[in-house]
């Protein structure tokens, strides 16, 4: 049986860090692209990073490249998501979403679009505020 738990959210004034936790059991994350995607009140889900399968490429969106740093630990079999330099907008829960694709070229990014994500955890609420 697939689990998917997310961990490490809270209350964090502006400027600060945070650092998201996304562990697997029941299958291995180096067979599937793993994506955080987070969803503020009132607002769509929207993706925020993902690192593919294949070689580890990654992929963030705009507004949090260069303060958000995605990696994997395959011995612990979870996806990291460091957040620096928070802001009052980054602010929503958190969702960790783990999707099986077949072996790619060494190129191949993934993709940030929820609905392609087959399994997911519960979520984690960030709350940026000061």
């Known amino acids: 049986q697939v689990q998917v738990v997310e961990s490490g959210g809270g209350l964090v004034q502006p400027g600060g860090s945070l650092r998201l936790s996304c562990a697997a059991s029941?299958?291995?994350?180096?067979?599937?692209?793993i994506s955080w995607f987070r969803q503020a009140p009132g607002k769509e889900r929207e993706g925020v990073s993902c690192i593919s399968r294949d070689y580890g490429n990654t992929t963030y969106t705009e507004s949090v490249k260069g303060r958000f740093t995605i990696s994997k630990d395959r011995a612990e079999n979870t996806v990291y998501l460091q957040m620096r330099t928070l802001k009052v907008e980054d602010t929503g829960v958190y969702y960790c979403g783990v999707r099986f694709v077949h072996p790619r070229p060494g190129d191949a990014t993934c993709l940030m679009a929820w609905q392609l994500y087959r399994y997911w955890g519960q979520g984690t609420q960030v709350t940026v505020s000061s």
């Open positions: 029941g299958l291995s994350l180096d067979d599937y692209d």
